[in-house]
């Protein structure tokens, strides 16, 4: 969290060689996908489940290469807690550092997986639940977070036709 966007996109392209690496694993002995919603639709649902060990909570698509997808308890967040800080608003603030840096991770994770499935797209994490002291309820509750995937636009599997 300390290195910016620049640690950042390095956290993004580790998760990207880590969920390429476990796509190619969780896909072996499977058919081929044929379309770009079945690739999507597998990892809400498999891909999900056996890396952060439940499905996605929501899933939401415009229909046009645009796919939301929630967890609501994300389970890689499941641990962090506002700490740290001199005052309660900076441990608020830390926490969602880390929280920026685990979804860069994990986005990056998704990505990964849906690049080596034939999706070329981008996926930008972000992290819920990271009010700010002042709005936070008085029992915490996990953090989630919400990956909006964008497909690449061109012809084919590899994009949006």
């Known amino acids: 969290h300390e290195k910016g966007e620049a640690g950042r996109r390095q956290l993004e392209e580790m998760g990207a060689q880590l969920g390429a690496r476990l796509a190619e694993r969780y896909t072996k002995n499977r058919p081929r996908f044929t379309e770009h919603t079945e690739v999507v639709l597998w990892t809400c649902k498999e891909f999900w489940q ?33 700490f740290g800080g001199d005052t309660e608003e900076e441990s608020w603030a830390l926490m969602r550092a880390y929280a920026e840096s685990y ?21 930008s994490p972000e992290p819920t ?19 909006t995937v964008r497909l690449a636009t061109g012809l084919g599997f590899g994009g949006v036709a």
Do not use: H, I, Q
Request: aromatic content about 10%; charged content about 20%.
């Open 129 to 147: 639940g990271c009010a700010a002291a002042s709005d936070a309820p008085e029992e915490f509750k996990p953090l989630g977070c919400k990956f």
């Open 50 to 82: 056996e890396t952060f060990g439940k499905r996605v909570d929501n899933l939401k698509t415009n229909n046009r290469g645009v796919y939301v997808l929630t967890d609501v308890a994300f389970a890689w967040m499941s641990g962090l807690r506002p």
């Open 103 to 123: 979804g860069s991770f994990a986005g990056g994770v998704v990505r990964g997986a849906l690049e080596s499935l034939g999706l070329r797209c981008a996926v």
